[in-house]
């Protein structure tokens, strides 16, 4: 079907369809006009190897070193596998109920950087917001609930602070910028599913027409063969009324002559 077959369909069947290019319409601008913006902010965090355990001639010389729990087991790993740890734990569902219950938008994004296909020890952080001090707002809360995540997986191994392995931020929250783009997806959303009811639309407005057209052949086909019955009735009285008309006047005639 080609655009203008489309175009006449969408005329032909406007029962169906003006009310749903109406709705497109008002959907359009209410998500233009009414809808709430989406404001964006970025901090980003790197993940930092804690120092070396104190070796037995710095035990020698400070013995108190000896009471201190060293041992770390995140150190024993590359930084960019406890990135993926604590960015895992701070976005699953536990944590972003606890962020959103402290103000926090639901929306927010954390993500484990990557160069090259090679893992990296940054994390980058996006607050969403419906305004500009929201998203900051929401910056700022993930960044302290990922920092309390790195803090957390060690305490539990009893890690002294002194050698553990830290989440510092490089990439300070500068402001919110509006994300134009959330609304033109809206829109697109908006178009696409007017664009599916419409289709729909046509569809039940070809599928009536096609049954009236059938039941209104039915029925010319019907009146049509009624007609010529009656046609052919009428034809077969006549030439029976023709016939005794016709025996009738013999006699007469042949009276006449005698």
């Known amino acids: 079907m080609d655009l203008l077959a489309m175009f006449r369909a969408v005329l032909r069947n406007r029962r169906f369809t003006i009310p749903v290019i109406l709705l497109m319409l008002v959907g359009g601008v209410w998500v233009f006009f009414f809808s709430s913006p989406t404001y964006e902010a970025t901090s980003g965090y790197v993940v930092f190897e804690p120092p070396v355990a104190p070796t037995a001639s710095e035990i020698a010389q400070d013995p108190a070193l000896a009471e201190v729990h060293a041992d770390n087991p995140y150190a024993r790993v590359e930084p960019s596998v406890v990135a993926g740890i604590i960015v895992k734990r701070a976005s699953n569902p536990r944590a972003r109920a606890a962020l959103t219950a402290e103000g926090a938008d639901p929306r927010y994004q954390i993500v484990s ?132 008309e016709r025996h009738a006047a013999v006699p007469e005639r042949m009276d006449a002559s005698s």
């Open 113 to 244: 950087d990557s160069a090259y296909g090679v893992a990296s020890p940054t994390v980058d952080i996006t607050g969403v917001g419906s305004t500009a001090a929201s998203a900051v707002k929401t910056a700022d809360l993930v960044g302290d609930r990922l920092e309390k995540e790195v803090n957390d997986i060690q305490s539990a191994q009893l890690v002294d602070d002194r050698y553990r392995v830290k989440a510092v931020q490089t990439e300070a929250v500068q402001g919110a910028q509006l994300k134009e783009s959330s609304r033109l997806r809206s829109l697109l959303g908006v178009l696409g599913a007017g664009l599916v009811l419409l289709f729909v639309a046509v569809s039940i407005g070809e599928a009536i027409r096609g049954l009236r057209k059938e039941r209104y052949g039915d029925t010319r086909r019907s009146s049509s063969r009624t007609r010529r019955r009656v046609g052919r009735v009428a034809t077969s009285n006549g030439r029976d009324r023709g016939g005794e």
